[in-house]
């Protein structure tokens, strides 16, 4: 059973972001690993702005889109220490495998198919709202 609905998981997702945006300040570390933060957070934001679920602004993700993406970064974030030479620095190192297992756990506990799925993105794309006119 997933816990998380679709609002509730936009609420992860701003602290998310936030959380990224001032990781290297909380944590103390720069380099690569701060900009990369930076980067992650942005995006985070931006994507959790475009996505079709209640937090979204202007709901042009689908929401299992959305869901797949964050699959995709929580391996990447538990890989990023390796990927980008910064595993000899412990509070990067750590920040990056937590923040990589926690988003693989919010992505397990949501449920990114329930009925607020449906919305302006993915009805977009159905067979039945094009017009051949």
Do not use: N, Q
């Not at 974030?77 to 495998?97: I, K, M, N, Q, T």
């Amino acid at each position: 059973m997933k816990m998380l609905s679709p609002r509730a998981h936009g609420f992860v997702d701003y602290a998310v972001a936030a959380l990224f945006l001032l990781a290297p300040s909380l944590f103390g570390f720069g380099g690569l690993p701060e900009t990369l933060c930076y980067i992650l957070g942005a995006a985070h934001l931006g994507m959790t702005l475009l996505t079709a679920f209640p937090l979204g602004a202007a709901k042009l993700i689908p929401f299992p889109v959305h869901g797949a993406i964050e699959a995709t970064v929580a391996v990447l974030l538990v890989a990023a220490p390796w990927l980008f030479g910064f595993d000899e620095e412990p509070a990067a190192r750590s920040f990056y495998l937590v923040s990589g297992v926690a988003v693989g756990l919010v992505w397990l506990a949501t449920d990114y198919r329930s009925s607020y799925a449906t919305t302006t993105a993915s009805a977009r794309y159905r067979p039945e709202h094009r017009s051949f006119s």
